[in-house]
């Protein structure tokens, strides 16, 4: 059995859409997982077959690629000996420019318009022309908005996102992301690095094979190019995908694919292409080792059965 534990960005700076974890508590993390668990790069541990000896194992993933991620997250993984594995996007790399999710998020937060129209038929009514005041407010809105597009298509979501930067006018972006500089020094120091796409699509939701191909294919090659070797891993972004990106992913020399799924995985029982992991969050601590131990989504699974 390997606990997967997925984080994003560790940072003290708090925001108000998508809350990086504080350090404090992502150390906290590190000292728990390490007590309780035996803690390996995920790769590693599944090439060398160690994963088969019966042993609770532990791995540390991040996805994206966030320039916090060698700031601040990796002198408590050094200070604690603790190894992980980075799964980037490489036009963020390559552009430094954040995630679509992340850009988002922050066109909502720099947002000056007192009112907003997206007159898309594919987005519920109450979505579509809204004036902020008190009740409803840009970020409000932006909670709303943001679950509604993970759920549409691949195509109508690049519409929303297109007309959301035209209305909110951002000049610039803020930059967020690693350099390949940054990359090839968490190499040297005994990390691993995998693929998270080439934009940050959510594969699941796209309907032509060919724009998955080359999200699969080009970040690959790009990671070759620039670390010299193909990442064994895609980190399917959002954690979506379907059978075409599993059956793509192999064909292109992926050994592993990975999602959310908030649950343990079981080599035994899971797919190498389906495999879960759990997201940890910004939260209190409690909460936290709830979700580490697993005992949360026991506590849900219950509530849900007792319904």
């Not at 420019?97 to 720099?110: A, G, K």
């Amino acid at each position: 059995m390997i606990r997967n534990f997925l984080f994003h960005r560790v940072h003290s700076r708090r925001d108000p859409l998508w809350d990086p974890m504080d350090p404090i508590l992502f150390e906290k993390c590190i000292i728990y997982i390490k007590k309780n668990f035996k803690v390996r790069i995920f790769e590693e541990l599944m090439t060398s077959g160690d994963y088969k000896k019966g042993a609770e194992y532990a791995t540390i993933m991040f996805d994206d690629g966030y320039k916090d991620n060698i700031d601040i997250a990796l002198p408590i993984l050094e200070k604690h000996n603790v190894k992980a594995t980075f799964y980037i996007v490489t036009d963020c790399i390559e552009k430094n420019i954040p995630t679509w999710t992340h850009t988002l998020e922050y066109c909502f937060q720099n947002l000056n318009q007192k009112q907003i129209k997206l007159d898309f038929k594919f987005l519920p009514q109450e979505l579509r022309n809204v004036i902020f005041d008190q009740k409803t407010s840009p970020l409000t809105y932006a909670r709303a908005l943001k679950p509604k597009l993970k759920k549409i298509d691949h195509s109508s979501r690049l519409l929303v996102l297109q007309r959301i930067q035209e209305i909110a006018k951002i000049d610039e972006l803020p930059k967020l992301m690693m350099n390949w500089d940054d990359i090839k020094k968490l190499i040297s120091k005994g990390h691993y690095v995998g693929s998270h796409t080439v934009n940050h699509f959510m594969l699941g939701t796209v309907d032509d094979e060919n724009i998955i191909i080359k999200e699969l294919k080009e970040s690959r090659e790009i990671i070759h190019s620039k670390l010299g070797f193909y990442p064994k891993t895609i980190s399917y972004p959002v954690g979506s995908y379907n059978k075409a990106t599993i059956t793509l992913s192999q064909k292109l020399g992926y050994q592993f694919g990975l999602a959310v799924k908030q649950d343990i995985f079981n080599p035994d029982k899971h797919s190498k292409f389906e495999i879960p992991r759990i997201e940890l969050y910004n939260e209190n601590w409690f909460k936290t080792r709830l979700r580490i131990s697993h005992i949360l989504e026991k506590i849900k699974f219950l509530i849900r059965y007792r319904k």
